[in-house]
Structure formats: structure tokens, C-alpha cells
């Protein structure tokens, strides 16, 4: 099994800055893309920003100049530096990531979320 942890969120004032961090564990030969999501209150979940094994990343136009994804392989981690937080920023961001993982016998791709962390930006 794959377990995902946020770490990172809070209530930050527009302008500001937060550093979100995700961890991934358990079973893992290689993860390929990793990203950020995000849903607010009432609206769907959409994509945030992604990155994949070999440094290639795609965002949402609304977050394009304020947000950046980075990874660290070493320790199975995906970043995502906001600066800039405007209110409508205001949601619980996720991580989710691709991983090649084993199980049940044999080896497959898995798509793996995490808990989610809450970010509050106050105007």
C-alpha cells in the first residue's frame, strides 16, 4: 500500500505565501507524475499544477507566475510554493501521484490521493 501525507496548509493573509509538502510511503518502486489539486467549497476538484518523473509540468492558467510544483525523488516528495495567495485561493489542496507500486502478487499502477490540508487565505 501507498499512503500520502500533506503537510503545509493554513490561514495566510492575501499576498501572502505558504509551502505545501507531500510525502509519499510503503510500497514504491517509482512514482511518475505527481500533482496538486485542489476543491473549493461548492465546486468541483480541479487540477492545480503536476509534474512528471522527468521535470515536465502543467498548471491551471489561474495559478500561472504564482505557483510552482518541484519534486525531490530522494525522499518521494512533491512541493508546491504559493506565493502571491489570493482569497479565492481558498480550498483544501491534495496531492495525488502515480506510482508504481506491488501488490496482491504482482506490479501495477496506482493512482494515490492524499488526506488533503486546508488553506484559508483572508482578504
Known amino acids: 500500500q501507498v499512503q500520502l501525507v500533506e503537510s503545509g496548509g493554513g490561514l495566510v493573509q492575501a499576498g501572502g505565501s505558504l509551502r505545501l509538502s507531500c510525502a509519499a510511503s510503503?510500497?514504491?518502486?517509482?512514482?511518475?507524475?505527481m500533482g496538486w489539486y485542489r476543491q473549493a467549497p461548492g465546486k468541483q476538484r480541479e487540477l492545480v499544477e503536476r509534474?512528471?518523473?522527468?521535470?515536465?509540468?502543467n498548471y491551471a492558467d489561474s495559478v500561472k507566475g504564482r505557483f510552482n510544483i518541484s519534486r525531490d525523488n530522494s525522499k518521494n516528495t512533491v512541493y508546491l510554493q504559493k506565493n502571491t495567495l489570493k482569497p479565492e485561493d481558498t480550498a483544501v489542496y491534495y496531492c495525488?501521484?502515480?506510482?508504481?507500486?506491488w501488490g496482491g502478487g504482482g506490479r501495477y499502477h496506482g493512482r494515490f490521493w492524499g488526506q488533503g490540508t486546508q488553506v484559508t487565505v483572508s482578504s
Open positions: 495525488n501521484e502515480d506510482v508504481l507500486t
Open positions: 510503503g510500497n514504491i518502486f517509482s512514482i511518475n507524475t
Open positions: 509534474i512528471t518523473n522527468g521535470g515536465s509540468t
